[in-house]
C-alpha cells in the first residue's frame, strides 16, 4: 500500500486558504479544523457545566437570560485566536 495518497492529501492541507492568503494571513484547513473542534469542546464543557448549576441551584429558579449565539461564537474564537493575534 502506496502512502503518496495521504501525505499529497496532507501537503494539502497545509497549504493556505485562498480568501485568507488575500490579505497575507497564513490560515490553513488544518488551522480552521482544528478552531471550530476546539471552539466545540468549548460549548460542551460551559453547557455541562450550566446544567450542573442549574441542578445545584435546585429550589430557587434563576431567572438567567438566553446566551447569544453571535457571544458565544465571539468568545470562542477570541478565545482560539486572540493570543495569535496579540504575539503576530
Known amino acids: 500500500m ?6 499529497s492529501l496532507y ?4 497549504e493556505p486558504i485562498a480568501p485568507f492568503s488575500w490579505f497575507g494571513i497564513k490560515v ?3 488551522e480552521l479544523v482544528a478552531a471550530l473542534r476546539f ?20 429550589d430557587k429558579p434563576a431567572s438567567v437570560e438566553e ?3 453571535l457571544r458565544d461564537l465571539c468568545t470562542s474564537l477570541t478565545i482560539e485566536f486572540g493570543g495569535e493575534a496579540m504575539i503576530g
Open 28 to 30: 490553513c484547513s488544518i
Open 11 to 14: 501537503r494539502y492541507a497545509l
Open 67 to 69: 446566551r447569544s449565539f
Open 2 to 7: 502506496s502512502l503518496q495518497p495521504f501525505i
Open 39 to 58: 471552539c466545540t469542546i468549548l460549548r460542551q464543557i460551559r453547557e455541562d457545566l450550566y446544567a450542573k448549576y442549574q441542578r445545584r441551584a435546585g
